[in-house]
């Protein structure tokens, strides 16, 4: 077998484990009545989270470890993207009684 060979059949499944394991996902997490719903949620690198604001008055998802701070005014949406592993707490600096959790793994 020649080189060439032998990288096009090594290359072949290098290129399916990189396409299978690109599956970021967009979560949905809903503000109304003061609240986020819901309020913990698990996620992996790379997915999208997505605020919609369902309430009249603008709020914030602030991370308490700096990672993101979203103002989200009425009836609209933000989002991120999750670039790192672990436990964020959040909460809306506009009304702290507000909070949510983000469990991010690989």
Known sequence: MGCGTVGRMLGAPLLVVMVGSAH?????IRIENL??????????LGDT???MNADFVA???????????????????????????GTVDYYCKLHPN????VMVSK
Not at 98 to 101: P, V
Request: zero cysteines.
């Open 24 to 28: 970021a996902e967009a979560i949905q």
């Open 98 to 101: 507000m909070t949510g959790q």
């Open 59 to 85: 709020h914030t998802a602030t991370a308490r470890n700096g990672a993101w701070d979203v103002m989200i005014p009425p009836n609209t949406k933000k989002s991120i993207v999750l670039r790192a592993e």
């Open 49 to 51: 989270i997505e605020w």
């Open 35 to 44: 609240a986020f719903t819901p309020a913990q949620i698990s996620a992996h």
